[in-house]
């Protein structure tokens, strides 16, 4: 048993899976270290082998993806890559089902579904949970079994709340993984997920995703697949095939380096028609880096010196050059012409966000919607949502921005789902006292 990992003295052992151990981190409380092993399973472990370096490749792949769903805003327990083969996350009593999201009907889903045709695709994507038990094979189980279950981890019973919940992040962490590898020609055709319970009792994606979690077909084609169903397939292991499937990993995990954008790919440009309108601006501004989004802000008039206007829309057009995509959004207030006259002059997406008041709300709004024909710019009237109109513009072409709407989408539904819960148990005390 192992006593330490990057110089960090360990604590019991609480879990030994078939490829990894989980070992206590008294010198963090609440957290603990996940060390993977060089070995490959199949078949609930009917099959195993030993794989020199998968541990290295699972690692460094799981870091990875993790690093990723974190940087869009998604809860879960890693926490970072400890050494090439282990990683600190925070601990977790974990909830035993595997969370299956299908985008194409493959595998299992075939034989549990005849006459469903392989290739067939899922719209939304599809979302089944299997109960963690090797003795009988993972057995499919509905949502009604696991609210049946009465699952209490942490103090948080596992109810409708929770399950809707986890069924949503589930198809979330799919859809971002699966724009994430759409960047490299990959098509990701399932994959499968675990959440635990954290010491807080909040909900977290938990566990490791590596290559041995999901379907990955370069070019969308099976018969390049890279993923642990290439082991699962072998009637026969070879030390050749154990080969074949390690440069698969190897491949995988490299390629998950290009996945974060290397630059920016995109700005925003916040063009205030007075110096008065700044505080407004910097409101517009800190909504848009909360999304990710890099923002620019200037001064300029369209009426007082619409050649400087011009000026400042061609320094920014000539970004194109470069690969950046760039959005202006133009805040005057009165009669403005700040953004008519960028959209009329710029085939770049404009955005009308004027710094309304109580008193002139109806004159301010109406001069950035009664624009002249041929305009196509937008208005909005509020900081946020001229950043979300822009992020909505940039996650067209940028997954990690349109992860982050994503996300956000959905902790607006969490936030409401959990004050309704809350709501509900107060009512329900009342009427029981």
Known sequence: ML???????????????????VYDLPSIPGHCILVSKDRITAGDGAKAHDLVGKA?????????????????????????????????????????????????ATGSFLRRNPGVPEGYRFYPPKQETFFKDDANHDPQWSEEQIIS???????????????DIMQRMSIIVFEILERAWATRDCSLIDMKIEFGIDENGEILLADI???????????????????????????????SDLDTVKRNFEWVSDQLEHLTPKFADHLVVILMGSPSDKDYCSSIKKHCESLGLSAEMRITSAHKGTE???????????????????????????SNGLGPVISGNSSQPVINC???????????????????????????????????????????????????????QMNNYVSLKMADKDYKRALDSVYES
């Open 209 to 239: 995703i590596d290559s041995d979690s999901w379907r990955l077909w370069p070019s969308g084609k099976k018969s390049l697949m890279v993923d642990k169903q290439v082991y699962r397939d072998l009637k026969s292991v070879q030390q």
């Open 308 to 334: 400087e206007t011009l000026k400042i829309v061609r320094y920014y057009e000539s970004f194109a050059t470069s690969g950046v995509k760039v959005i202006f959004v133009a805040v005057a207030g009165r």
């Open 354 to 408: 004027p710094p309304v008041k109580a008193d002139n709300i109806d004159r301010d709004v109406w001069s950035s919607l009664n624009v002249p024909s041929g305009l196509g710019c937008s208005t909005v009237i509020y900081p946020e949502a001229a950043a979300l109109n822009a992020a909505q513009i940039i996650g067209l072409s940028n997954y990690i921005v349109w992860s982050k709407l994503r996300v956000k």
């Open 3 to 21: 006593k330490e990992v990057a110089g960090m003295k360990l604590g019991d052992l609480t879990i030994e899976g078939k490829t990894k151990q």
């Open 149 to 163: 279950a009465k699952f209490k981890f942490n103090e948080r019973l596992i109810g409708p709340v929770e399950v």
């Open 56 to 104: 290295f490749i699972s690692n460094k792949t799981n870091a990875k993806v993790f690093e990723i769903l974190n940087q869009v805003g998604l809860k879960t327990a890693f926490v970072k890559k400890s050494s090439e083969n282990s990683f600190i996350a925070k601990k977790c009593a974990m909830i035993p089902i595997e969370w299956v999201t299908r985008r194409v």
